[in-house]
């Protein structure tokens, strides 16, 4: 919209705009200083013209026709603009911007003062209009709205052609119809890709007389990529070309074939580009646009949102030997059902792929058309694959791109929508995280300075590894403190350093997140918390890093019963004691005297049982404390033989009934009255993956890791469970594991 209003202010009208997220500064100076008032719908208006992405119902469109004004859209116009004007129209698939940018560049070059009307920005602020004076213009022309069947071209240009846009052409033949449509229109000549097989079937059915050319590595215009270096590649031009080998600031065989389609329709229209026309090409804004390369890490956009057009970005940008981190947002929900497939064997070109949401750009959801869908494509087809769904909160995204990016990576921000915003502010935030991580350096290093040699402080620890479930990131500090003093003093540090603690036991029970744990964990891991001792009255003393397994154990060889249920849970004592952990009818709290906690300003206080508010899964007052081990009472005195025996009953039904593969345990809590794990297994979820995160054919309330399931992998296993039984149902299943350091309200 913006280059069509700089073209109408040129030309001599009075033209305003206004926009619902004119965030873009630049382009907010450029119609300004083209003389464009960015104000609402002034008195004496005679006409609106509007983007195809507009509803009807928007406040700007319901003014206009309560004053009884005409709404057009922008190719609308733009067809009007130059109808009696020699036009040479740029379209197709693919790169037609760049295509289109080129040819501008070419003429400029050249001094061929042909006007011109591009569909987007040069990289280097030049005008993206210019109205002409010898009766040429050049125009990008879009074909995803139907206004392409307005043109009338002289030249027309196809730079090659793909199904898209499945909402307004239901069938590729519906697509190639408005193309062939487009071209037995054109007047003076057809220049089309000699490696695009639709373009060509094209190419044999226009009307007797037209003339057309090929161009691309054997078209009669031929170019192909002689070479690249940083600054670009060198072209070799030849067939109707003057044999020469021409300088083009861009790379990639792509790119190579935009220059030549470009070089061609200047030759067309009469023009003389030389050999140099493009060696100072300046680039087009969000086209492989390089937004830093700062600290070892090259960061680009490109706005490809085609599976092609995706495709062929990723192998450029592999040839180069590095690590490519892609970075996709899908632009329409129709689009993303149509090539959720495609997308997913283009998205495998990297290393590690990141799904944002879809942008919508008008539509509404369906079926089958989300990012979700192209996560499990992706997952289906190359399960080694490094792939992570984040949806929704910029934050969590940020953060987790800030822990797959690494030093000598390429991070390639791809798609239509609003992912070019996206990318500048995580570079503003991940500058700000750099900064940051110096304070973690410094945490940790204050850290290391309080406590004994005995206990270790850690950065970047994978937690991964230290869970039941095997997934997850590192957290940015961890500590194994070897006693009370070292766990006060670590305690009092944070709280200093206002940085959130975590506790991790065993590992059970929860999730950690790909992108890791901001905070410091501690692990009471050492003998001093693992302690077990019977005291004269009967009752059993027990440190919060006591095994449940061991605890059983050594209950038994004392001759003590009551404690059989605890066996099998993959546990420690503390973390029974903050999730209220319990089995075979029994729970820890029907076992608990007293508790001793450390608050975590490093104050040491005993709880007695009739203080602490227990419920289902919950200990109110562990939620924002430290259990340190408990006081336990026994049911009474019995054989080790006949403990041994229950423990054995325990035992095999739980091997029976609860599956051996890597898992947190339950993943949702029982609904009043009621068994997540049956309402699960009725909406026939057993088996159901995504990735190697599978829901137990075993029990139905378990997910386990097949093997290289990842922390998205099991969130979206859990959002698809969750809105199955919704649906099925109606029963809201909360999940009864902790999303370790985060929140499931932000998650799902």
């Not at 283009?346 to 192209?374: F, H, R």
């Not at 399960?383 to 030093?407: I, K, T, W």
């Not at 009967?538 to 009551?562: D, E, F, H, Q, Y």
């Amino acid at each position: 919209m913006a280059p069509l209003a700089i073209y109408l202010a040129q030309a001599g009208f009075e033209v305003t705009g206004e926009d619902d997220a004119l965030q873009d500064g630049e382009m907010r100076g450029l119609l300004e200083r083209g003389g464009i008032s960015l104000v609402p719908l002034p008195a004496g208006c005679e006409l609106v013209v509007h983007s195809s992405a507009v509803s009807s119902g928007h406040p700007g469109a319901r003014r206009a026709r309560e004053l009884g004004l005409p709404l057009v859209r922008r190719g609308e116009l733009l067809a009007e603009l130059v109808r009696d004007l020699k036009l040479v129209a740029v379209c197709g698939s693919h790169g037609k911007t760049t295509t289109t940018a080129m040819l501008i560049t070419a003429l400029r070059r050249a001094n061929f003062p042909a006007g011109y009307v591009l569909g987007g920005l040069f990289a280097d602020g030049a005008s993206p209009a210019r109205v002409g004076s010898n009766g040429w213009v050049v125009a990008e022309i879009d074909e995803s709205d139907g206004t392409i069947d307005r043109f009338r071209p002289e030249i027309a240009v196809i730079a090659n052609l793909d199904w898209d846009h499945p909402d307004r052409y239901r069938e590729p033949g519906d697509f190639d119809a408005a193309f062939a449509s487009l071209l037995g229109r054109t007047r003076g000549a057809v220049l089309v890709s000699d490696a695009c097989g639709r373009s060509l079937r094209l190419k044999e059915v226009l009307p007797a007389g037209l003339p057309a050319f090929t161009f691309g590595r054997s078209g009669d215009f031929s170019g192909d990529a002689a070479g690249e270096s940083d600054g670009g590649m060198m072209l070799r031009l030849g067939g109707r070309f003057a044999p020469c080998e021409a300088p083009v600031r861009a790379r990639g065989d792509f790119n190579a074939a935009n220059a030549t389609a470009a070089l061609a329709a200047a030759s067309l229209m009469g023009a003389d580009p030389g050999r140099d026309s493009l060696a100072a090409y300046p680039g087009v804004r969000r086209r492989q646009e390089e937004l830093s390369a700062a600290g070892g890490l090259t960061v680009i956009e490109d706005y490809a949102h085609h599976p092609t057009e995706i495709r062929s970005l990723l192998a450029s940008l592999r040839r180069q030997g590095r690590r490519l981190v892609v970075v996709f947002q899908p632009h329409r929900y129709s689009r993303t059902a149509q090539f959720k497939a495609e997308f997913a064997a283009a998205l495998a070109l990297g290393d590690s792929v990141m799904l944002l949401d879809v942008y919508p750009a008008g539509e509404q959801p369906i079926s089958g058309g989300t990012s979700a869908d192209i996560y499990a494509e992706i997952k289906k087809g190359s399960a080694a694959l490094q792939v992570h769904y984040v949806p929704g909160d910029d934050g969590e995204f940020f953060r987790a791109l800030s822990r797959e990016a690494r030093r000598g990576d390429i991070v390639a921000f791809v798609g239509a929508g609003d992912i070019d915003r996206k990318a500048r502010a995580w570079l503003e935030v991940r500058r700000a995280e750099e900064a940051k991580s110096t304070g973690w350096d410094r945490f940790a290093d204050a850290a290391r300075g309080l406590v004994s040699a005995e206990s270790p402080v850690r950065r970047e620890e994978p937690m991964g590894p230290r869970t039941t479930l095997r997934v997850g990131g590192a957290a940015r500090v961890y500590a194994e403190p070897a006693g009370l003093d070292d766990l006060r003093a670590l305690l009092r540090l944070a709280a200093e350093s206002g940085i959130p603690v975590l506790v991790l036991g065993r590992g059970s029970n929860l999730i950690v997140p790909d992108a890791g744990v901001d905070g410091l964990v501690l692990s009471l891991t050492g003998e001093s918390w693992s302690s077990f001792e019977v005291r004269p009255s009967g009752r059993v003393w027990a440190g919060a890093g006591l095994r449940l397994k061991n605890l059983c154990g050594l209950a038994a060889r004392s001759g003590l019963s009551g404690f059989e249920f605890l066996e099998g849970i993959p546990g420690s004592l503390g973390g029974a004691l903050r999730m209220n952990a319990g089995a075979m009818g029994g729970w820890i709290f029907d076992v608990v005297e007293e508790v001793l906690v450390a608050t975590l300003s490093g104050e040491v206080r005993t709880l007695r049982r009739g203080e602490l508010h227990v419920e289902y899964r919950v200990c109110a007052e562990l939620r924002d404390a430290i259990a340190l081990g408990a006081l336990l009472r026994p049911a009474g005195a019995a054989e080790a033989a006949a403990v041994n025996r229950q423990v054995d009953i325990f035992r095999r039904k739980r091997h029976e009934s609860q599956p051996r593969d890597p898992s947190a345990g339950c993943v949702f809590k029982n609904p009043p009255g009621g068994s997540a794990g049956r309402l699960i297994d009725e909406c026939g979820l057993k088996g159901e993956r995504v990735g190697d995160a599978e829901v137990s054919p075993v029990h139905a309330n378990f997910i386990v890791n097949r093997g290289s399931a990842t922390s998205a992998d099991v969130i979206e296993l859990i959002r698809r469970i969750r809105a199955r039984v919704r649906r099925d149902r109606g029963v809201d299943l909360e999940p009864e594991v902790l999303l370790y350091g985060g929140e499931w309200k932000d998650v799902l």
